[in-house]
């Protein structure tokens, strides 16, 4: 069952501002129950139920960061080159044997274990060999080309916090200090479904007045993305009571319900009536554009203990795009016990005039180009409507526009969120 409480969204204005959604998400909602260990061959995508602690150093001993001669500092001369008696030769994967004596220079490989006494190495192309000896040049500092133990990682520190999402560089770490498997959070069990007498499946008749369901595959796409396993229970008729049981039988088994549809004020829109009757619909209004009308709130389940999260999203596909990685995207992430995303627009040169309302935050869809003097600026699709898919195809993310914006002009600079940050 999912971790969080009917009231934990309670909200008293019309609209609900998206940074006061976050902080309610942030504060009120808890991770789902269930940890297990997977192999890191299968832990990309999951999320760590505990910080992960480093069992060795990284490296674990000093050693080469080149192929060259390792010496010691003292030995150099700071007024020109010096002449050393090559001693040894030490082989990445092989201990190093004597130490290093005064006045002599150790061959070495790249990750080969440092001779003792030796502090610096010099590239092989830096010097010149002359049989047993080697011509090494002035200049080069103490440590140089030198790879000190634990200077990656200190052993017995943190490798990996509690609620880092595991991608490759993070799996690659792991294996770094020896680790087979990791500890996480089970995955998140989500069922979705779109509404509508006007929606109908992909391949199947099609009369005149009837669209083909897009939304479910769009948001089975982007929540696998995130590592969910999701049920696709199809299509909803805009039946209150079949509405209602439903989203009943849903929440047994699943930690999050998803619809599209059927969240706004007119006389077919009956999910929000469906939640009430069995749950509790804490908000339905955001203050975002597209997808305005977006419903959150907790529905009660056939079992005592089932019960789920439950997330109603506006029909248009463009709207259930941005209001998946604004709104519904942070609640898996709280709920998967994953660390708080920050998104961080990068600003560019805006390539068209806008205007919008105050006290809501807009996203609209650019495609980026290099201008003639080298700027990267953006341009505004030519067709913004939520209903609009090649407007997502056709374009590399979205322009937020701020609360307090009402208007930008050509050369203004605006952050720039990349669908790949949004979807990831």
């Keep these: 069952m999912a971790q969080l409480t009917d009231d934990c969204f309670a909200f008293s204005g019309p609209l609900l501002p998206l940074t006061d959604m976050e902080r309610l998400i942030g504060e009120r909602v808890g991770p789902v129950d269930g940890v297990e260990r997977v192999p890191l061959r299968l832990a990309r995508g999951r999320v760590t139920a505990a910080d992960v602690v480093a069992p060795v150093a990284l490296p674990p001993f000093d050693n080469s960061a080149v192929d060259g001669y390792a010496v010691r500092h003292a030995d150099l001369s700071t007024g020109g080159d010096i002449r050393l008696v090559i001693g040894g030769r030490v082989m990445a994967g092989v201990q190093s044997g004597a130490a290093i004596r005064p006045g002599e220079a150790i061959r070495i490989f790249t990750g080969a274990p440092m001779p003792a006494g030796a502090d ?66 089970r995955r998140l069990r989500v069922a979705i479904f779109s509404t509508g007498d006007e929606v109908v499946e992909p391949g199947a008749p099609r009369h005149g007045a009837a669209i083909f369901d897009a939304n479910r595959f769009l948001l089975a796409a982007l929540l696998e993305r995130l590592g969910a396993e999701v049920t696709d229970l199809g299509i909803l008729k805009d039946d209150p009571d079949k509405l209602a049981r439903a989203l009943k039988d849903s929440a047994a088994g699943h930690d999050l319900v998803v619809t599209s549809g059927g969240v706004s004020t007119g006389e077919a829109d009956h999910v929000r009536g469906a939640v009430e009757a069995i749950g509790n619909l804490v908000f339905w209004r955001i203050a975002i554009k597209p997808g305005r009308p977006v419903a959150m709130g907790v529905i009660r389940g056939v079992g005592k203990n089932d019960g789920a999260a439950f997330v109603g999203l506006p029909g248009n596909p463009v709207a259930v795009f941005v209001t998946f990685v604004r709104v519904v995207k942070p609640l898996l992430r709280r709920l998967s016990g994953a660390l708080p995303q920050t998104l ?75 669908y790949a940050d949004l979807m990831g």
């Design 344 to 418: 961080h627009p990068l600003p560019v040169r805006v390539a068209f005039a806008y205007k919008k309302k105050k006290d809501r935050r807009e996203y609209v869809r650019v495609s980026l180009r290099r201008a003639a003097d080298g700027e990267i600026e953006a341009i505004k699709h030519p067709q913004d409507g939520a209903g609009i898919l090649t407007s997502l195809t056709e374009t590399d993310g979205l322009l937020e526009f701020a609360e307090d914006v009402t208007s930008v002009a050509p050369g203004d600079r605006v952050g720039f969120l990349s």
């Design 120 to 185: 610096t190495v010099f590239m092989q192309e830096d010097v010149t060999v002359d049989g047993e000896t080697v011509m090494v040049p002035k200049g080069l500092r103490c440590g140089a080309n030198r790879r000190l133990a634990g200077e990656d990682l200190a052993a017995g520190n943190v490798a990996l916090p509690a609620g880092t999402v595991l991608d490759a560089p993070h799996v690659a770490l792991a294996a770094a200090i020896g680790l087979t498997d990791l500890a996480v959070r």
